[in-house]
């Protein structure tokens, strides 16, 4: 793992002129409220070494799903709603173009989704020349059951990882993905469970995502004290797996009450930070 001391601060590089919902007391990892299509312009170029994003997937439609052995809406939220094909796609294409410019050379960026968006996102790609490195599928073991009986039940999601563009060498950890298999090269199949109960001990999200899968991620893609962004940070999975390995974070997210949920895990997460001074 690497050494947190050793890491740079996001500060010097990632500075933005506009107010942070909150900053770590080191620095090291901030929350912005708001539109990540401005906030992201705000950020300088090439300041961002990884990026990983969980856009909306535009599935809230009003269908129904089973949680917990029980029916429930599909519905997450307003900005889990379709605007149409079209609309959806150029949003789509709009932040991942505003992410390219962010990216430094080297850097790479991971996208998850299910079918409901992961096409726009992998034609987006294309269109904007990013460079496919792997396409990961994610298994969930136990998905819930389909009600209708019409379809298989889902239960995979996929998430596409890219370099900034052709010409980028792109930082991989060959050998430690290859040790956590076992001594085997690791395959584009993860089977990994939903988020723990403990992992939603500080509050719920409709789409968290499992800590496991972010530290995968992050451990594979991020050499030593990266700066890591997330611009729908959520419940702030991908926050709380870069403060732990040592890695600088800013995340972004339209909804205070999601910011303060991540704010709770990360304090929770972070002792060392209990002796140190808030950042102003
Ligand atoms: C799919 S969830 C991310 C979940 C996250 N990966 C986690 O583990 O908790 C998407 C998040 O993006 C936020 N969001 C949606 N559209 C946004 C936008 N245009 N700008 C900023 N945040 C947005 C939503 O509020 C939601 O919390």
Redesign the pocket.
């Known amino acids: 793992m690497p050494d947190p001391a050793k890491a740079h601060t996001p500060a010097g590089d990632t500075d933005i002129d506009i107010d942070a919902y909150w900053r770590s007391p080191d620095d090291r990892v901030r929350l912005y409220h708001?539109?990540?299509?401005e906030l992201l312009d705000a950020l300088p170029a090439e300041s961002v070494d990884t990026i990983f994003a969980?856009?909306?997937?535009f599935l809230s439609n009003g269908g129904m799903t089973c949680k917990n052995g029980k029916r429930a809406s599909v519905n997450k939220?307003k900005?889990d709603q379709s605007r149409g094909v079209e609309e959806n796609h150029e949003f789509n294409k709009r932040w991942l173009a505003a992410c390219q410019r962010l990216l430094k050379p080297n850097g790479t960026i991971w996208v998850s989704g299910t079918s409901h968006v992961i096409y726009s996102v992998g034609f987006a790609m294309q269109q904007l020349c990013f460079k496919q490195l792997n396409e990961i599928v994610w298994e969930k073991p136990n998905p819930p059951p389909n009600l209708s009986c019409r379809y298989f039940t889902h239960a995979t999601e996929s998430i596409l990882w890219a370099a900034r563009d052709r010409k980028s060498k792109h930082y991989f950890a060959y050998s430690t993905m290859r040790e956590e298999n076992g001594g085997k090269q690791m395959k584009t199949v993860w089977r990994m469970t939903a988020p723990k109960k403990s992992e939603k001990s500080h509050g719920k999200?409709p789409?968290?995502?499992p800590i496991d899968l972010l530290r995968r991620i992050l451990t594979a893609s991020c050499d030593e004290g990266s700066v890591v962004l997330d611009?729908?940070?959520?419940?702030?999975?991908?926050g709380v797996a870069a403060a732990s390995l040592g890695h600088n974070y800013i995340g972004?997210?339209?909804?205070a009450d999601?910011l303060e949920l991540t704010k709770r895990r990360l304090l929770a997460d972070n002792e060392r930070w209990a002796g140190l001074r808030v950042v102003s």
Request: hydrophobic share 20%; net charge negative.
């Open positions: 708001g539109d990540s299509l969980d856009p909306p997937y939220g900005w999200h789409t968290q995502k611009p729908f940070n959520g419940s702030g999975t991908t972004f997210d339209l909804d999601y």
